[in-house]
């Protein structure tokens, strides 16, 4: 039998092809059914209305090539509605931690509706959506996390272009279906978009009815393939894996032509030079939105820092320098820089993607740095885009307000670090970042972003418990509980809601049961700010004294002496405990956030 | 063409070529069960550029009578 490191290498290549899948599936059951000692495993149910073999087949290769071994269950043919709502169907007596719903047009859309107005159509698309939500709400609650695919429409029409106005046509209640599904989702549902897929593809080529009558398989077996990497997008997501950050070289890569070489106006970049320049003109655009958009965005290139900063110049360069949140030139090789840009930033090497046009480059990264997604562009621009967004490597499930201003706030980083390079000492450039905060209960609306950082927040985060917003919808509900947030604003940029702490109220104290923290704001005593404000609430609540917890993760040693720096006592010898007692001063905690607002938790 | 056909079939079986003959058929072939099926048609249009009616798929359960119609298909 092979390893599951072996079996991870076999299915590294893309497109995998169909029997490679297939195969692999009855090899991955075979693992998962006596895994190797410490083997990281999880329990993957795939419940949907069709044939589920072959996509739980690429599912489970999808998860091997996420770095873990999935246990997988197939619910009974047909019945995944019942499977779900029924508490104690097969489904639910496996436990599994990852749900994956696999919905199919025919038996979600009404094809009585085909000539119903608008009103009606709305009426019964909200029904199907609340039969989701109540599904959702039960997976939830069995701390399940959720994947689901969208619906792809037919190919045929029943009365041509008019079916578009038409608000009960197939294709539109197909639309609406997944508009309003997504939306109701929010941060719960992580989402393969097998919609855009099919469509990528071209639904013709999609389809297959032949494999449909005969079998029930939705779509045309050759692309199984393809479908891989879309999952491992919503994989990422709902596992806090998303890649954050997009490191990128500079010459042949945002421009043709080396600046050290040809100079800024000898740089092929805009229609002025012709298919070439416009396609790196096109590429750097996309580069820009993804900034736009929060991926942070960084350089990393063998150059004088001078030179390549000026290529920037170039009158067509749609980027611009203070668009990347760190800027590594030297003449040193890329994994150094590479390991200064992670350290810069405050981020985990496995948050990073890679992108150069030298395949010796990404190979060398891709050695050195395994944690790394390295991606070789190849030399031809035109195709730049396709093979960075062909990944899913940016995916997000839902959209935060937060994700928007992050690229600010990374700029602003760097800034705050140049000053910090500038300022005689820390007190002086903390005070002069001018921080306001403020610590609060968070909003049904805010929740959402707390259930985010609860999904990929690893470095500061005491005990890596990942509360979904089911779980934080209850914690908030229960009176022995607190949970908090906390925004912080400087004078370079708003970082929004960037922290949150789960406390409960045990044996007259209170534990902190989940503590984490954007790395946008480490090392600025926002941790000061919070322990502050907990002591006042938990005194409020009768507590005597606070009881810290650190679970340590492969991530989080950031944090292991948090505790003892903020003035907490060992309880265990293990470094799990920690007491710091209520009623005594805290001149400790002085920080140099001001409140932003009165208190109102 | 023999080895082709044979090759194909082996591959979306997963097994060694020279376990089979124009004999080995679905059901008494290890690992050649109804989804199995599905991938060795599938595999087998995408090799040799052909179609299969449903109907021409299901019957189409041993080598030699795949062999059969890749042969027709390829001459009309």
């Not at chain 1, 083997?39 to 069709?50: C, D, E, K, T, Y």
């Not at chain 1, 997976?139 to 106005?165: E, K, M, N, S, W």
């Not at chain 2, 048609?41 to 062999?67: C, N």
């Amino acid at each position: 039998m092979k390893s599951f490191s072996e079996l991870r290498e076999d299915l590294s290549k893309d497109p995998l092809a169909l029997t490679d899948i297939y195969n692999a599936r009855g090899q991955i059951k075979d693992l998962a059914a006596t895994p190797e000692p410490g083997a990281p495993v999880q329990r993957v149910a795939v419940a949907g209305s069709l044939t589920l073999e072959f996509i739980s087949g690429a599912i489970a290769c999808a998860v091997v090539r996420e770095g873990v071994l999935p246990s997988v269950y197939e619910a009974p043919f047909g019945a995944y509605i019942q499977e779900v709502l029924d508490t104690t169907s097969g489904l639910h007596r496996f436990e599994p931690h990852v749900t994956v719903l696999v919905p199919d047009w025919r038996e979600i859309t009404d094809p009585t509706l085909i000539g119903a107005d608008e009103k009606a159509v709305a009426v019964a698309i909200g029904e199907r959506v609340q039969q989701f939500e109540q599904m959702w709400d039960i997976l939830g609650r069995a701390h399940g996390r959720i994947i689901q695919h969208t619906l792809v429409a037919p190919i045929f029409l029943y009365r041509g272009v008019a079916d578009q106005a038409a608000p009960g046509s197939v294709n539109n209640q197909v639309r609406a279906l997944n508009r309003e599904l997504i939306r109701a989702g929010g941060a719960k549902v992580a989402w393969v978009a097998m919609d855009q897929l099919a469509e990528s593809i071209g639904r013709r080529q999609w389809s297959n009815d032949r494999l449909y009558y005969t079998s029930k398989i939705p779509f045309d077996l050759r692309h199984l393939g393809d479908y891989v990497p879309c999952f491992q997008g919503a994989w990422r997501a709902v596992a806090g894996t998303t890649k954050k950050v997009l490191v990128t070289d500079l010459d042949n890569t945002l421009w043709g032509g080396v600046v050290g070489d040809d100079g800024v106006h000898g740089l092929r970049l805009g229609p002025e030079n012709g298919a070439e320049g416009e396609a790196f003109q096109a590429w750097q655009y996309y580069v820009r939105a993804l900034g736009d958009r929060g991926v942070i965005l960084a350089v990393c290139s063998k150059n004088d820092p001078k030179v390549a900063a000026s290529g920037f110049d170039h009158p067509q360069s749609v980027l611009k320098l203070d668009d990347f949140g760190a800027f590594e030139c030297s003449w040193s090789d890329k994994v150094g820089g590479l390991r200064r840009i992670v350290n810069d930033l405050n981020i985990g090497m496995d948050s990073v993607v890679f992108v150069d046009d030298n395949p010796a480059e990404t190979e060398l990264v891709r050695r050195e740095l395994p944690q790394v997604t390295a991606i070789d562009l190849g030399t031809d621009p035109i195709e730049f885009i396709d093979r960075l967004d062909a990944g899913h490597w940016f995916d997000l499930t839902s959209y935060t307000a937060e994700d928007t201003g992050r690229r600010a706030a990374y700029g602003a980083k760097r800034m705050a670090a140049d000053s910090s390079r500038r300022a005689p000492d820390i007190a002086s450039f903390l005070n002069s970042l001018c921080m306001r905060g403020e610590v609060f209960r968070p909003t049904e609306k805010e929740l959402e972003r707390v259930g985010q950082l609860e999904m990929k927040t690893n470095q500061f985060n005491l005990t890596t418990r990942r509360y979904s917003p089911f779980d934080l919808d209850a914690l908030m509900a229960d009176p022995q509980c607190l949970v908090l947030a906390m925004k912080l604003a400087d004078r370079f940029a708003d970082h929004g809601l960037t922290a949150t702490l789960v406390g409960k109220l045990e044996n007259g104290g209170l534990r902190i049961d989940s503590w984490l923290m954007s790395c946008r704001i480490f090392s600025r005593t926002a941790e000061h700010f919070m322990l502050a404000r907990l002591a006042n609430l938990a005194t409020d609540r009768g507590a005597t004294f606070i009881m810290g917890e650190y679970l340590a993760s492969p991530k989080n040693a950031v944090v292991a002496d948090l505790y003892p720096r903020l003035g907490f006592e060992p309880v265990s010898g293990d470094g799990r405990f920690w007491r710091r007692d209520l009623g005594l001063p805290n001149d400790d905690l002085a920080t140099y956030i001001n409140q932003a607002d009165p208190e109102q938790p | 063409m023999t080895d082709e056909l044979i090759s194909v079939v082996a591959k979306s079986l997963g097994v060694d070529p020279t376990s089979l003959s124009e004999a080995s058929s679905m059901g008494e072939t290890l690992g050649w069960d109804s989804l199995r099926q599905l991938i060795l048609i599938s595999e087998i249009e995408r090799s040799f550029g052909v179609k299969f009616s449903f109907q021409e798929m299901s019957d189409a359960t041993s080598i030699a009578l795949l062999r059969q119609l890749v042969e027709k298909k390829k001459i009309t």
